[in-house]
């Protein structure tokens, strides 16, 4: 049982749990409709319950919705359903930073500055099923709000399920992707010619730089060393990969283990042997 403490519209509310001090965000069809300050509810199955306590990033939550408009949580809140349902489980804490992004965003496409992201096809690619996901963003604020928002801003939001899926925050994602970005334009400019994104090779090198700077952060390690075959086998592939290796513990500060060398080869030398087809 709940004690209604603030009605944000019909569709949200925020409550006391009985017998406690902790303040919740309840969001569900109807459940702000008509009530009252003090008044007792049990919400049903359907609503969605988020404590403001558990939001560290800008101080508690409470404070956090004073500027974020209802709707905006209820489009993150669908985002986030969605993410579950696609993954299992997510943080929920979340949602408050998400709505935030969103709110701004609609802010600045109101005033007409809409935002460049110069590594949106990098998430779409890095990020399929999070970019997926947060594509429902579009239907959603078209509805509420009248104003369709671009793929840059979806790719923001896409961020934001990663990070909700995953123990990372925005700003690592943000990190990973750029830092691939740089190592694909490294490569390319090795090779002398721009890496055709619709290929098999290109994805998965793109997926292959991803997971082995998700490596260097969580200090993780490789157990095969294919170094001493691919050198003798693809020399200028190894080369490619031991420079994209050097800019990468540049890139993060950190010294990436060598027997990352053999694997990025790999994957150039597909790039390489598809290019040449």
């Known amino acids: 049982m709940y004690r209604v403490t603030k009605s944000l519209n019909h569709n949200a509310l925020l409550a006391l749990k009985e017998n406690s001090s902790r303040e919740y965000l309840i969001l569900g069809k109807g459940i702000g409709f008509g009530k009252k300050v003090n008044e007792r509810i049990e919400p ?25 408009a209802p ?43 809409g935002i460049s992201n110069p590594l949106t096809q990098d998430i779409q690619v890095l990020f399929y099923k999070e970019y997926r996901i947060a ?21 923001y939001i896409a961020l ?10 925005v700003s690592g994602a943000m990190q990973i992707a750029t830092a691939v970005r740089e190592c694909i334009t490294l490569i390319e400019k090795e090779i002398g010619k721009t ?57 993060f500060h950190e010294q990436l283990p060598e027997i990352e060398i053999g694997y990025l080869a790999m994957h150039i030398e597909r790039v390489l042997a598809e290019e040449a087809e």
Do not use: W
């Open 44 to 68: 049903d199955e359907s609503c969605s319950i988020y404590s403001l306590q558990s939001a560290e990033e800008k101080g508690t939550g409470r404070k956090q919705l004073s500027g974020i």
């Open 71 to 113: 709707q905006y949580l209820e489009v993150a809140n669908a985002i986030l359903h969605e993410a579950e349902k696609e993954f299992g489980k997510v943080d929920k804490s979340i949602l408050f930073p998400m709505a935030d992004h969103i709110a701004f965003a609609m802010k600045r496409m109101r005033s007409g500055q």
């Open 135 to 155: 594509q429902l963003s579009k239907e959603l604020l078209k509805a509420t709000d009248g104003i369709e928002i671009d793929d840059h801003e979806i790719g």
């Open 160 to 169: 934001h399920v990663h990070s909700a899926i995953c123990d990372e925050k």
């Open 195 to 251: 890496i055709d994104v619709q290929t098999l090779s290109y994805n998965r090198l793109m997926n292959h730089i991803k997971y082995m700077a998700a490596r260097i952060l969580n200090k993780e390690a490789l157990k095969v060393n294919m170094n001493r075959y691919m050198e003798h086998q693809f020399p200028r592939s190894f080369g490619i990969a031991a420079t994209v290796c050097d800019h990468l513990s540049e890139y």
